[in-house]
């Protein structure tokens, strides 16, 4: 069986100083976080979802997720084809489902399945 992918949904930058990402990313943006704390700074950039994650490793660079129905079933399935898991799956909060696998290239593959995303339609800038 194939792995579904349902589009891109979140890339999530690594941070090593939360408060001046967030005032940088904040001013290249123009808009403010709509999710700040601690532990994650979220953006809505046109729909998707552009995070701050003080966690995440600098030498690892951004984490893209594709969108997926069932990420269990998405990180069994690249198991299955010689990925390895990154971080397990696990609920993040709200019904958000988040996973990362290692590909057998050594990159990584972020799957989320988040029952809030929306596409936005835009204009153009």
Known sequence: M???LNGLRTVIYPSSDLAADKAWWTSLLGIEAYFDEPFYVGFNV???ELGLLPDAKISEGA??????DDVAAAVQNALKRGATVHTPASDVGEGIVTATVRTP?????????????????????
């Open 46 to 48: 046109a729909g998707y």
């Open 2 to 4: 194939t792995m579904s």
């Open 63 to 68: 984490l893209v997720y594709w969108g997926v």
């Open 105 to 125: 290239a050594g990159t990584i593959l972020g799957l989320i399945y988040n029952p809030h995303f929306i596409v936005e339609a835009t204009n153009g800038p």
